[in-house]
C-alpha cells in the first residue's frame, strides 16, 4: 500500500535537531509553572515518580510515532498515520479529540495561567468580575489581531518564545540544585500506586504537543532517522526539565508545597531569590503563556476552518475574510469557545477532561502504527520499524489502557459523549456528499 505523499512544494529541511526543538517548544507550555503544586499535594517528594513514568509511557508512544511518522511521511502527522491506517472516520475521530483535547482545552488552560500570574503582579485582576474581563479581551484582542491579517506578527512571536520560555524554569533549576534542603526531597514512603497512576494520567497532559509536532512529518529529512531521534531526544530534554523543575520547587518549599496552588514555581524562587526571582518567574510565566496564546490563535482556528472544508463542520467556518483573507469565523468560533471554557471550568478539570482525551488518541495511533505494519505501508523506501515485533505497540496500547482505568467517571462519561456526538457528525456530514476515492481505500 503507498501511503500518502508530502504535499508537493514542502521542502525536506527539517532534522533531528529542529524535529527536537519542536518537540520541545510544543510539550512544555504554561501548564508547568502550576502543575508542581498540584503534584505535591497528591504524592509529595514521590511525586518525581510519575513525571518518570509518565516520560515512559511517551516514549513508548514516541515510539510507536516514529515508525508511523517513517511510513506515512504526509502532513498533518498522527491524522495522516489514522486515516491511511484505519479511513477517515477514524482519522475524524482523532482530529475531532485534538483539537478539542488538546488545542481547545489547552487554549483555556494557558489563557487561565496567563490571568493567574499577571493578577500576582498586579492584584486588581484577581476579582472575578475583573478576572472575565480580562480574559474576554484578551481573546478578543487575539482574534482581532489573526482576523486582520497578523499572522506574519503571531509567527515572529513563536520564533522568540522558546529562549524565554525555558529560561527561568532553567534558572530555577540552577538554584534548586544548590539550594534545596535534603528533607525536603526525603521520601519517607511510597504512595499507594493508584494515586501514582492517577497522577501519571495526569501528567500526560503536560506532554501534550508532542502529537501535533509530527505535523511536520511531511517536511522531515531522512524520516525514518529524524522521526524517532528527533521525537525522542525533545521528549527526553523536556522530562529533564519537568523533574528538574519539581524537584527544585519541591526542595524550597517542601511540605509548603501543596499550598502554593497560584504560583508555586515564582513562591520557590522567592525563597533563595527573594522578589526579584518571584517577578522574573513570574514574567516568564508570562511571557510563555502570551506566546503560546499568539501561537495558539494562529494555529488552532485552521483545524475548524480544515474540518469545515472537508464538509465536517458547517460550510461558513470555511469562510474567508473578503477583505483581510484571513479564516475569520473560525477564528471567532474558536476564541469564543477557548473562552468560555475558560471562564467556566477550573484549571484541574480542563487538564483532566484533556488527559483523557490524549489517552484514546494514543491507543488509536498505537493501533494505527500495528496496521500500517500489516499493510507494509511505505516498504519501499525503508521504513524505521521498531525491534522486538509488535512487543512495543501493544505494551504502549496495555500502558495507556491501564492509565485509562484511572479516569473519574465523569470523565469517562465526558469522553463517551463526545465520541458519539463526533461519530454522529461524520455521519451527518456524509450524507449526500459522493464518496472520495480515498476513503474506499
Known sequence: MTPPAAPAGLARAIGVTGLAATVINTIIGSSIFVFPAIVAQALGPAGIAAYLLAAGAMGLIQLCFAESGSRVSAAGGPYAYVETAFGPLAAWIVGSLLYVGVQLIASAVVATVFQVSLASIFPALGGRLARAVFLIAVFALFATVNIRG???????????????????????????????????????????????????????????????????????????????????????????????????????????????????LADAARVVLGTPGRVIILVGAVISTLGYLSADM???????????????????????????GSPAIAIATHATLACLLALIADFDTLTSLSASALLAIYVICCAATL???????????????????????????????????????????????????????????????????????
Not at 520564533?159 to 519517607?188: C, H, N, Q
Request: glycine content about 8%; aromatic content about 6%; proline content about 8%.
Open 150 to 264: 497578523g499572522a506574519r506578527i503571531g509567527a515572529r512571536v513563536v520564533e522568540g518564545i522558546t529562549l524565554a520560555k525555558l529560561a527561568p524554569l532553567v534558572l530555577l533549576i540552577v538554584v534548586g540544585l544548590v539550594a534545596f534542603r535534603p528533607e525536603y526531597v526525603r521520601w519517607a514512603s511510597f504512595p499507594p500506586l493508584e494515586d501514582v497512576a492517577r497522577m501519571t494520567m495526569r501528567l500526560m497532559y503536560l506532554y501534550a504537543g508532542m502529537e501535533a509536532a509530527l505535523a511536520v512529518s511531511g517536511e522531515l529529512r531522512d524520516p525514518a532517522r529524524t522521526a524517532p531521534r528527533g521525537g525522542l531526544l525533545g521528549l527526553a530534554i523536556a522530562t529533564a526539565i519537568y523533574v528538574g523543575v519539581q524537584f527544585a520547587a519541591q526542595g524550597l518549599l517542601g511540605p509548603e508545597l501543596p499550598a502554593h496552588t497560584q504560583t508555586p
Open 298 to 324: 494562529l494555529a488552532s482556528p485552521r483545524s475548524l476552518f480544515a474540518m469545515a472544508g472537508a464538509g465536517r463542520l458547517p460550510r461558513v467556518v470555511a469562510t474567508v475574510h473578503p477583505r483581510y
Open 371 to 441: 496496521r500500517l505494519r500489516h499493510l507494509r505501508v511505505g516498504e519501499a523506501h525503508a521504513p524505521f520499524r521498531l525491534p522486538l515485533g509488535p512487543t512495543i505497540p501493544i505494551l504502549a496500547i496495555a500502558v495507556v489502557g491501564f492509565l485509562m482505568t484511572t479516569l473519574a467517571a465523569r470523565e469517562v462519561l465526558a469522553l463517551s459523549i463526545f465520541l458519539v456526538v463526533a461519530v454522529g457528525a461524520f455521519l451527518v456530514s456524509r450524507r449526500g456528499r459522493p464518496v472520495a476515492s480515498a476513503e474506499l481505500d
